[in-house]
């Protein structure tokens, strides 16, 4: 089956610590995505990437980290630098940037402890 | 960034009936895409129109795009209990590199 995988579906952090969300796609999408979502909200992006070896910051990258070493996986760290990190984590990956649809995950729930 | 800004916030109806959401944006764009997000899911790409096309239908759905008002509708036909979602639009412009959702259209459809 192809698609994008995020996992744990639900995370639970004690205040202070890193914790690392993991997406991984099979299909083959060189552009991929995180959004953050707060109950009642929209998706507000945090870091996208384009390419292998590249990527930017969204609209809320501060307390996050990302990495792009390899096309299908893209993961996550919440940082302890994060004042606020409970919410709904969601990946998304798209094969271009221009005119394409992008395919989402189903989500990875965090909540600080 | 861009972003869309979705109207009304919620909507409630009776199934059968039409459903009509809005999409406002700032800026020019390339195009707009329309999703859907079930409870608690990740988002589900409904249609995408582009800048030189004013309107595209899929379905029951119908999406209209009117760049000299930097407004965009989705029209849902014939409505079922299963159409119950909230729904986000996402305008594109090329420059900026990616697109933004706003907060959403919350749909109720009642059966």
């Known amino acids: 089956d192809g698609g994008i995988t995020q996992s744990p579906k639900y995370l639970f952090r004690k205040e202070g610590q890193n914790v690392t969300l993991s997406c991984e796609q099979n299909?083959?999408?060189?552009?991929m995505y995180w959004y953050r979502q707060d109950p009642g909200q929209g998706l507000r992006l945090i870091y996208y990437?384009?390419?292998?070896?590249?990527?930017q910051k969204g609209d809320i990258a501060e307390g996050y980290s990302v990495s792009r070493e390899k096309k299908e996986s893209f993961p996550l760290t919440v940082t302890s630098a994060q004042k606020n990190p409970t919410a709904f984590y969601l990946c998304?990956?798209?094969?271009?940037?221009?005119?394409?649809?992008?395919?989402f995950g189903q989500g990875t729930r965090l909540t600080v402890v | 960034s861009q972003q869309g800004e979705e109207d009304p916030q919620a909507l409630s109806i009776q199934e059968g009936e039409n459903a009509t959401m809005n999409c406002s944006y700032k800026?020019?764009?390339?195009?707009l895409q329309w999703y859907r997000q079930n409870s608690g899911r990740g988002l589900v790409h409904l249609i995408l129109?582009?800048?030189?096309?004013r309107e595209k239908h899929s379905g029951r759905l119908r999406v209209t795009l009117d760049t000299s008002k930097k407004s965009s509708s989705l029209l849902i036909t014939a409505s079922r209990a299963a159409d119950t979602a909230s729904y986000f639009c996402?305008?594109?412009?090329?420059?900026?590199?990616?697109?933004?959702f706003g907060d959403g259209t919350t749909l109720t459809v009642k059966p």
């Open positions: 990437s384009q390419i292998v070896n590249d990527f």
């Open positions: 998304a990956s798209s094969p271009c940037i221009v005119d394409c649809e992008a395919f």
């Open positions: 996402a305008p594109l412009n090329t420059n900026a590199g990616k697109s933004t």
């Open positions: 129109i582009r800048s030189n096309e």
């Open positions: 800026t020019s764009i390339n195009n």
């Open positions: 299909l083959n999408h060189d552009a």
